[in-house]
């Protein structure tokens, strides 16, 4: 298994292209650190002041981080990727800072500039690091406040940049659009699933990603056939139907804010009551955690991950599974923005079981899980391929340990990070989608 | 005036009075400062539990991490343990809490006592070395780092030189102990040894946070 289909090598064409014509700002270092700046003043508010004042540089938080821990690079420690933060907090906004300016020094452009490799290739914003600080800081979050930073100052990698201004300015992303998705329809419309697209009021609207338009329509189909079953009411949106988030992932808050926006708009405007987000962890991030804060005001609709949608249908009776015949015992891998970022946990469990699944953890689980290494858009930042295949290493261990037979996950970005592991290691751990595992399996 | 009697008047007033405005001046500049109210939809009502919980949790081993970070587990507890013994159950110390808060409790023998302050010593001496030697503790490091764990060495330095009697007055050597203590309660608002007033507020944000997205952090 795991051989990989056209789509996915060109898939990788596109990746590897991308960021070679990407914008770039003509600004002073001058121009760059007043941008910076004045993000970092209106972010460091009382939470990320407690976390600044109370780490006490034990270093503890380097074991949590896949990057390290797999390449033994002390520049990957946590704690570090956000010094320049805290020489800022200390220097500009600390209590202290009139005194701190004595010993602490001034972060100037070339410290944003190094530090973006730090941030941005170096990072997947897991969050695994929280979970192990002694002292409860919350070091994603304040890595995040980094990448806003790096993003006002113009230093987001040219990937990511090109991901998040096509996203922004022409609503497409990979190139895939509104045109992509009608044609994905009327595909799957031959195979016999139907897609209700841009229905005027529906109950559910289902979101997608281009990336499963390229890679995975049969997610898309599974989806729908879960939607169907389960008797939703349910539309996907041509104008609205992309769940990913670039402006999430390079810290832009006007790519981040209309790709929200657009979704909000669509979900009031048919009337939904309930968003299901596709397989993607930091799409889930971005809609059911940000996005109210992000327009400040609280939503009016529901959004559930589509596991967490499966788990409650099964519930309600709307939805029944037969065991999976294929499958013995397999392993979950919890993508770190719905889980440990996001707080879905048991569902995709409880889904897995219904269908008689042995479910092996690894050694690391839950909140403590590891990373797959190339999650939230690390995947496309072409720097960053030999720290990722390290991280994927230690993550295959872990897999291999359980025996399973497959692996299971609830996130794209998380198989395709673990497809694209395994291609360059000829490791053959089948990866599967958890929603396609579903819609295999779905009662009479 | 001696300088036991300096130390033990004037400089005990003046640096306490810089500890405690330090401390409450810090704490109020951190915690006053805005924070944005979170609009998502909490997963479940969280709160006291939640923050006490994560509280609680950090000082217990940390499952799949611990084998990692075993070193740092036991060196941090035995440390605070024995400075505790140290600080509160030795026997002059308690007459001298007595003296302040009007009463007292018994001590430790001053064996048990010398010896948790020897062990506190040299927790703090081999973590001042794998500060300046661990590849990762060495990149993080800054001066503070440094300063903090020197200026807390000096005191149990003084102390057990105090206690043995060794080069010079006890009177002296009481005084400079008490110099030294007050160095520290001087440098502590400035400096990382806030994580003594800093760590479970710090813990309790984290477990709220966390815990109405549903995670047990
Ligand atoms: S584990 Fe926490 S306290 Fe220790 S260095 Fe990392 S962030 Fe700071
Ligand atoms: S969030 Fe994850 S990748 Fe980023 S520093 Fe923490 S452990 Fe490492």
């Given amino acids: ?444 | 005036m001696t300088l036991l009697d300096f130390a033990r008047g004037p400089a005990l007033q003046w640096s306490l009075i810089i500890l405690v405005a330090g401390i409450v001046w810090r704490v109020l500049g951190a915690i006053l400062l805005s924070t944005r109210k979170d609009l998502s939809t909490p997963r479940r009502k969280s709160g006291l539990k939640d923050g006490m919980g994560t509280i609680a949790s950090r000082s217990l081993p940390a499952s799949a991490f611990e084998k990692r970070i075993r070193f740092q587990h036991i060196t941090g507890y035995a440390w605070h343990l024995a400075l505790f013994v140290t600080v509160l159950f030795f026997g002059p110390h308690i007459l001298f809490f007595e003296s302040i808060l009007g009463f007292g409790w018994p001590n430790l023998p001053n064996g048990v006592v010398l010896f948790a302050g020897a062990i506190a010593l040299a927790i703090l001496i081999a973590l001042l070395i794998r500060r300046a030697t661990n590849p990762v503790q060495k990149l993080i490091s800054n001066a503070d780092d440094y300063i903090s764990v020197i200026i807390v060495m000096l005191p149990l330095l003084t102390g057990i030189i105090a206690f043995a009697h060794i080069g010079a007055r006890y009177e002296t050597l009481l005084a400079i102990h008490l110099l030294s203590i007050e160095a520290m309660f001087i440098w502590f608002p400035f400096g990382k040894l806030m994580h003594t007033a800093m760590t479970f507020p710090s813990r309790f944000q984290a477990g709220t946070s966390f815990g109405r997205r549903g995670i047990k952090a």
């Fill in chain 1, 1 to 444: 298994m795991n051989t990989p289909s056209q789509a996915f090598t060109e898939f990788q064409v596109s990746l590897a292209q991308l960021g070679q014509n990407t914008a770039t700002d003509d600004w002073s270092d001058d121009q760059r650190m007043e941008r910076a700046r004045h993000t970092f003043m209106s972010r460091l508010d009382r939470r990320a002041a407690v976390d600044m004042d109370t780490c006490i540089h034990c270093g503890m938080c380097a074991e949590a981080c896949h990057f390290y821990v797999a390449t033994q690079e002390e520049r990957f420690t946590p704690a570090y990727k956000i010094d320049p933060l805290r020489r800022f907090y200390r220097r500009e906004v600390s209590p202290m800072r009139l005194f701190n300016r004595l010993f602490t020094r001034k972060l100037d452009a070339d410290d944003l500039r190094e530090w973006s490799e730090l941030v941005f290739e170096a990072c997947t914003g897991c969050g695994r690091c929280d979970m192990m600080c002694p002292m409860g800081i919350n070091i994603s979050d304040n890595i995040n406040i980094m990448r806003e930073g790096l993003a006002a100052a113009g230093l987001v990698p040219g990937e990511l940049r090109e991901l998040q201004d096509e996203q922004r300015e022409k609503n497409t992303l990979f190139g895939v659009g509104a045109d992509e998705l009608r044609s994905v329809a009327s595909k799957l419309a031959e195979q016999g699933t139907q897609l209700p697209l841009d229905k005027v009021s529906a109950d559910v609207l289902l979101l997608t990603t281009a990336v499963e338009i390229r890679l995975f329509p049969e997610a898309i189909a599974a989806c729908a056939k879960i939607m169907q079953k389960s008797g939703a009411d349910w539309t996907i949106s041509t104008e609205a139907f992309e769940a990913s988030n670039l402006g999430l992932i390079s810290g832009d808050k006007a790519s981040r804010r209309s790709a929200i926006s657009r979704i909000a708009d669509k979900a009031k405007s048919c009337g939904a009551s309930t968003v299901v987000v596709p397989e993607s962890g930091h799409a889930y991030q971005a809609l059911r955690w940000e996005s109210a804060n992000e327009l400040g005001e609280a939503l009016p609709f529901e959004v559930l991950a589509i596991s967490e949608y499966v788990a409650r249908a099964l519930k309600d009776g709307k939805l029944s599974l037969k065991p999976a015949s294929d499958l013995g015992s397999v392993t979950y891998h919890d993508p770190c923005r719905l889980s440990r970022q996001g707080g879905v946990f048991a569902e995709p469990r409880e889904v897995l079981q219904v269908m008689g699944l042995d479910v092996r953890e690894t050694d690391s689980n839950r909140r403590e899980n590891l990373c797959c290494g190339g999650g939230c858009g690390e995947y496309a930042i072409s720097r960053s391929a030999r720290i990722r295949q390290q991280a994927f290493d230690l993550k295959r261990h872990e897999l291999d340990d359980t025996q399973a037979d497959a692996v299971v996950t609830g996130c794209n970005n998380c198989r395709i990070n673990l497809m694209i592991g395994a291609e360059k290691s000829g490791w053959d751990m089948p990866v599967i989608s958890l929603v396609e595992t579903v819609a295999g399996n779905l009662a009479e």
